[in-house]
T-cell receptor
């Protein structure tokens, strides 16, 4: 089967940098994506890595190491509005139409 | 631009009552459609997905069902709700192009409480 592991909670202060890790086990790998979900809201797509390395989008960056089955989301210059849950996801190896989501990491940004 | 609608936003239903949640997408055609459920503080559980009208794949055996009567309409139903059906129900869509595997777009969700 497929599984993804993330820390359940991370706390950081405003202006700092925080890294949210995701390790995965999958029989076939097609890339890693990240979603953000504010409390009570809908998940929104943040980024996608198909190849090894760092992808940067503004204050957010996402990293992938396929050899280590590992990725992370890096948030820089943290703002209070970054307080949210962050989910990593992989494509289901048996069905191209499905995503398998991690259990999510709750990021609390403190002043 | 594309928009996804879900209604109602909140719902309180007694155990044993029926359920119908509706989701519609605008601004795209022939999307893949998805129903997820999220328990409080938990991850996303895929319930159903559809690749076309009348085509439904069920992920979790339970007392819920889904239908896709039109290209951009996805309905989640139950004949008799259970307490365990409480949760946050999210509809999502994605384009069928190969580069869009990882980009799903979610609706605002329906918060269902079964009492």
């Amino acid at each position: 089967g497929q599984s993804l592991e993330q820390p359940s909670e991370v706390t950081a202060v405003e202006g700092a940098i925080v890294q949210i890790n995701c390790t995965y086990q999958t029989s076939g790998f097609y890339g890693l994506s990240w979603y953000q979900q504010h409390d009570g809201g809908a998940p929104t797509f943040l980024s996608y890595n198909a190849l090894d390395g760092l992808e940067e989008t503004g204050r957010f960056s996402s990293f992938l190491s396929r050899s280590d089955s590992y990725g992370y989301l890096l948030l820089q210059e943290l703002q209070m509005k970054d307080s949210a849950s962050y989910f990593c996801a992989v494509r289901d190896s048996g069905a191209t139409n499905k995503l398998i989501f991690g259990t999510g990491t709750l990021l609390a940004v403190q002043p | 631009s594309q928009t996804i609608h879900q209604w109602p936003a909140t719902l309180v239903q007694p155990v044993g009552s029926p359920l119908s949640l509706e989701c519609t997408v605008e601004g795209t055609s022939n999307p893949n459609l998805y129903w997820y459920r999220q328990a409080a503080g938990r991850g996303l559980q895929l319930l159903f997905y559809s690749v076309g009208i009348g085509q439904i794949s069920s992920e979790v055996p339970q007392n819920l069902s889904a239908s896709r009567p039109q290209d951009r309409q996805f309905i989640l139903s139950s004949k008799k709700l259970l307490l365990s059906d409480s949760g946050f129900y999210l509809c999502a869509w994605r384009e069928k192009r190969a580069g869009a595997f990882y980009e799903q777009y979610f609706g605002p969700g329906t918060r269902l409480t079964v009492t």
